[in-house]
């Protein structure tokens, strides 16, 4: 994902300090008031209104992180390239310009030096989006390790905040845990390796509250076994509770029957449950998606050739950079992402 100007972590309380005695920084609220006027086509013409050698601090790591910004929206990523990483040779310790340009090595298919600019920009010298999506990139190339690390540096702050609360964690700029930890989850499962997981798991529930810790522990079981028996029966009681209360509940539904296509004793059924799910308006729109790659999978597993192909295509269409590890995992395509992982690695490699 890209931003606009140099996100602020509210999570980090040196950054915030930082920030105060610096000031209002100009670049930052012009492309905001772009964004807001709707007059982001006009961002590389304001931009180049400042003088970057007459700017200090964070208003010229700002201006070279939006005139790269600038040349990226307009499609012309080589020029996105040549300016980031401009940027980054005037302001070696940017956190935003060592992401930016690490995404600009990631599409030119060059994932070691993605890595390298990664490794330099952790949490929270970025955000914790940004740290989910390097996260990310890793997982698309097999660096486990490396993804581990991106996710695992945003722990330190949930155990001093103490507080897990959704609300909470967002009102302070923080990601929500849940998907945090479905990402180091994520990564345990392709390692086979859930030692450290569990041990996060313990530092985590006993430092901080307002989370379910056991639900936790009962998933990494279930995940180390390959046992479903108890995400099903947890799976088939929220559907019920929350279609009782008039909640949406496709994101459970789905979850659920593809457990249940898994177990399916023909591709017929399987078919006919991951079909039978509806979703309504306020259903995550991704959802459809994933349905996709789980008919994809279950062509895959009965070893329909020819429909799994097709299917595919439709969902390299719709997601070509695949599915989040945290929702490969929580809706059982973990294991399916990794045959597709190698076509979007050649699609990268291909414009090197």
């Not at 009782?244 to 029957?257: C, D, E, H, V």
């Not at 399987?270 to 999978?297: C, H, I, N, Q, Y």
Request: hydrophobic share 40%; with cysteine.
């Amino acid at each position: 994902m890209w931003f606009w100007g140099r996100k602020k972590n509210s999570a980090a309380d040196v950054e915030q300090d930082r920030a105060e005695e610096l000031g209002p920084n100009r670049l930052d609220e012009l492309a905001t008031r772009l964004q807001r006027e709707g007059r982001t086509d006009q961002l590389e013409t304001e931009v180049e209104k400042y003088r970057p050698n007459e700017l200090d601090g964070s208003e010229r790591e700002s201006w070279y992180h939006l005139h790269g910004i600038a040349a990226f929206r307009r499609g012309d990523h080589e020029l996105a390239f040549q300016r980031f990483r401009e940027g980054l040779e005037q302001c070696p310790d940017s956190g935003v310009l060592l992401y930016s340009l690490g995404q600009e090595y990631e599409r030119r298919g060059e994932s070691d030096r993605m890595l390298a600019c990664f490794d330099r920009a952790l949490f929270p010298k970025v955000s914790g989006a940004h740290a989910l999506a390097e996260a990310r990139y890793a997982y698309l190339w097999n660096r486990h390790d490396r993804g581990w690390e991106y996710v695992a540096a945003l722990i330190p702050a949930y155990l001093k905040l103490g507080v897990l609360d959704d609300t909470f964690l967002w009102m302070r700029g923080f990601p929500f845990f849940g998907p945090v930890w479905d990402y180091l989850a994520a990564f345990a499962t392709l390692e086979g390796d859930f030692d450290r997981l569990r041990m996060v798991t313990k530092d985590v529930s006993k430092r901080c509250s307002d989370f379910d810790f056991r639900e936790l522990r009962n998933r990494i079981d279930g995940l180390e076994t390959g046992n479903r028996s108890a995400e099903r029966a947890r799976l088939q009681s929220s559907v019920a509770e929350y279609r009782s209360r008039g909640f949406p509940f496709g994101y459970q539904a789905l979850q659920l029957n593809v457990i249940l296509a898994q177990e399916a004793a023909s591709e017929d059924e399987a078919v006919a449950l991951l079909e039978s799910v509806e979703f309504g308006d306020k259903d995550f729109p991704w959802l459809a998606d994933m349905r996709v790659l789980a008919l994809a999978e279950r062509a895959h597993a009965f070893g329909n050739t020819q429909r799994e192909h097709e299917i595919r295509t439709d969902f390299l269409g719709r997601q070509p950079l695949l599915f989040e590890p945290d929702h490969a995992l929580n809706f059982e395509q973990l294991a399916y992402q990794e045959t597709l992982k190698p076509l979007y690695r050649e699609s990268r490699q291909r414009r090197a």
